[in-house]
């Protein structure tokens, strides 16, 4: 059974860090990209990061470039994603998300399997 289960700190101040981790279980982990994603309320799911982790490719949406950092831990399947100087509105439910290719990418309707989400809510 495929399972990402996120972890994490959900509540920071602006200007502040948080770290979430997304372990994967379920399949070849070698063989998959993670990206993570964020819904506000009342907004579409967006892509923030990816990483493929059959090359370590990453990318970042514009809105976190500079401010985010993905990682993947390949022997503990496990992808970190770094978020520091947060602002108010990267507050989110944050996803993660697995698709079987060795290139990543932003677009969540490519995605095969989700977490159920953590809640991230920076405060002024």
């Known amino acids: 059974e495929v399972q990402l289960v996120e972890s994490g700190r959900g509540l920071v101040q602006a200007g502040g860090s948080l770290r979430l981790s997304c372990a994967a279980s379920?399949?070849?982990?070698?063989?998959?990209?993670i990206g993570w994603f964020r819904q506000a309320p009342g907004k579409e799911r967006e892509g923030v990061s990816c990483i493929s982790n059959s090359n370590g490719f990453t990318y970042y949406a514009d809105s976190v470039k500079g401010r985010f950092t993905i990682s993947s831990d390949n022997a503990k399947n496990t992808v970190v994603l770094q978020m520091n100087k947060l602002k108010l509105e990267d507050t989110a439910v944050y996803y993660c998300?697995?698709?079987?290719?060795?290139?990543?990418?932003?677009?969540?309707?490519?995605?095969?399997?989700w977490g159920q989400g953590i809640q991230v809510t920076v405060s002024s």
């Open positions: 379920g399949f070849t982990f070698d063989d998959y990209a």
């Open positions: 998300a697995a698709v079987s290719d060795t290139v990543c990418t932003l677009a969540k309707y490519e995605y095969d399997y």
